[in-house]
């Protein structure tokens, strides 16, 4: 039959129809192939940045390590110990959080969340971090201080940060500088 033809029997009319079904399911077959070659790739590319993150973000904590530790000191926070990513268990030991940075000396412990670009949210969930460990005493017969690091930190979300007592450090280039607002900032204990 040649498009443009009048189909004239029922058998013609019939002969249109499969042939516009067979049509349509190898579209619809080709077009589904597609979306699952595309959700295939968007999840090896959604795994690779993620790991990317995850690397960026071992590269900002090691950047930050060294300098924080001489930055504490200035505040009267002899580090003694800093410990990097430590995993949080519970009494069956499921993970009930991680920390990016522990700071440690015999009295003070300063827990850091490090983040590329600081914002709101991760403060926030710091807050809770902090809780948790205030509520739980992981770190029975010391002060519990909690810090934020970033290398890009809005002047909103600095405030905020020092409003819930952490202390906010910055990734200046070649160092870090901690907010004390000129020695008036009273760090938060957390227990």
Known sequence: MTEGIEPRTLADINAILDKLLLSYTEEREAREAM?????RRADRLDQRVGKLGNRLGEIVETLFIPNIVERFKALNHSIRKAS?????LDEQGNTLTELDIVLENGEDVIVVEVKTNLSEQHIYDHVKRMNLLASRAFYPGKKLYGAIAGAIIEQKTKTDALEQGFYVIEYTGDAVHIETLDGTFEPKQWQ
């Open 84 to 88: 990097p990513n430590v995993e949080v």
């Open 35 to 39: 979306e699952a070659l595309f959700l």
